[in-house]
């Protein structure tokens, strides 16, 4: 059973990311803040749920949300800051956009750093403890598997509606044969031989 809250206080927010070991695509956080009265049996961390679950809990979530908000951090910010400050960027502007402010902000995993003096705490596999993380995991991973599948009508080759940009065989295939788009993060090792190999992949504009 999830808790509803661990700070004790009123106003507490949950924040999580999705998309973080992706190989193209952004990195995606949702925060949010439940009522205090808030249960979903349903509702647990987003990676232990089928994607029909996700698509059914997203619209209870928002509606009965007290506020939440969702932001993605491009690619070229990834590169440029790397992945885990992309990450925690995305769920700081988050929080920023929650209206009423939180009092306390819950994280999920073990690296955060502060938004404007709100006290927080890390809280490992957190999207299977608490409820308002557990909600944030899924809407981040609903908006981002949403926003995969309008750019895969893009690039139809590299099948960003199945694999949603992860690393899986058929990605890195894509990438021998097609090279590279602007969706791609150009500073992550995009395929295995990269180490072992000084060549440039292709860009595709």
């Not at 995991?137 to 949403?146: F, M, Q, V």
């Not at 992550?188 to 860009?203: K, T, V």
Request: proline share 5%.
């Amino acid at each position: 059973m999830l808790l509803i809250n661990y700070s004790g206080l009123l106003v507490e927010t949950g924040t999580d990311e999705a998309g973080r070991g992706c190989l193209a695509g952004p990195v995606t956080a949702a925060a949010v803040i439940l009522p205090h009265d808030f249960t979903h049996d349903l509702l647990n961390d987003s990676k232990q749920l089928s994607e029909k679950t996700r698509e059914k809990l997203r619209p209870i979530i928002q509606e009965k949300a007290i506020c939440y908000h969702v932001t993605n951090i491009e690619p070229e910010v990834i590169d440029e800051i790397n992945i885990l400050n992309a990450s925690i960027k995305a769920m700081q502007q988050c929080i920023l956009n929650l209206n009423p402010v939180p009092e306390y902000i819950i994280v999920d995993g073990n690296r955060f750093k502060p938004v404007n003096d709100i006290p927080h705490s890390c809280i490992v596999k957190g999207d299977s403890k608490y409820l308002s993380i557990a909600a944030a995991s899924i809407l981040a991973k609903t908006h981002r598997d949403d926003y995969m599948n309008m750019i895969h009508e893009e690039y139809p080759m590299y099948n960003w509606k199945k694999n949603k940009g992860y690393p899986t065989m058929e990605h890195r295939e894509a990438i021998r044969k097609y090279g590279i788009t602007k969706y791609h993060r150009k500073t992550f090792r995009l395929l295995p031989e990269q180490l072992e190999m000084d060549f440039g992949l292709d860009y595709i504009g």
